[in-house]
T-cell receptor
């Protein structure tokens, strides 16, 4: 079945540690995205990539880093510079392009808790 | 700055009734508006989209309207069922970028 796989589902981090969240898709989508979701707030865009080896900062990129070495994979690293990393992280993909409806397919999410 | 507001209160309705959710926006001219469903602890799932030049769209028991003059979209779930209980998110699209509202949580009582 085609879809997006995020791992791990739950992750605990000590302050000062970097952690990496995995996102893999087999939909042959060109574009991939990372969002952060906090209670009572809309999804906020962290980073996005429209093509392999290229990515752009979203609205809240500080304290995060990404890579896009393969079309299928878009891992997110939450660095120790992120002041409030406890949140639900969602990876998404779409067919991409510079126009159009850009419907997103989401993964099941990763919940990060800082101890 | 852009602002997207959905019903601030959670919606509790009786099975069989129609749930109506609102999505209002300011300082934005979306080309498309999308609605997603999100279950607890899961990622959102796409439901419907409507273009700026469309007034209404239907899919089974779901209906979406889009009024670019009022800057508002209404999302209706007719003949609601307990299985419709979830959080519903609206998303505005311009130049392929999506901006999401915070969502409205709907609970359908049997």
């Amino acid at each position: 079945d085609g879809g997006i796989t995020q791992s791990p589902k739950y992750l605990f981090r000590k302050e000062g540690q970097n952690v990496t969240l995995s996102c893999e898709q087999n939909l042959n989508h060109d574009a991939m995205y990372w969002y952060r979701q906090d209670p009572g707030q809309g999804l906020r865009l962290i980073y996005y990539s429209q093509i392999v080896n290229d990515f752009q900062k979203g609205d809240i990129a500080e304290g995060y880093s990404v890579s896009r070495e393969k079309k299928e994979s878009f891992p997110l690293t939450v660095t120790s510079a992120q002041k409030n990393p406890t949140a639900f992280y969602l990876c998404a993909s779409s067919m991409g392009g510079s126009s159009g409806a850009n419907v997103l397919t989401f993964g099941a999410g990763s919940r990060l808790t800082v101890l | 700055s852009q602002k997207i507001e959905q019903n601030s209160e959670a919606l509790n309705i009786q099975e069989g009734k129609t749930a109506t959710l609102t999505c209002n926006y300011t300082n934005y001219s979306p080309a498309y508006l999308q609605w997603y469903r999100q279950d607890p602890g899961r990622g959102p799932v796409f439901l419907l989209l409507i273009r700026e030049n469309e007034k209404e769209k239907r899919k089974e028991r779901l209906k979406v309207t889009f009024d670019t003059t009022l800057k508002q979209s209404l999302f209706h779930i007719t003949a609601s069922q307990p299985a419709d209980s979830a959080t519903y998110l609206c998303a505005l699209v311009r130049d392929y970028k999506l901006s999401f509202g915070a969502g409205t949580t709907v609970t359908v009582r049997a």
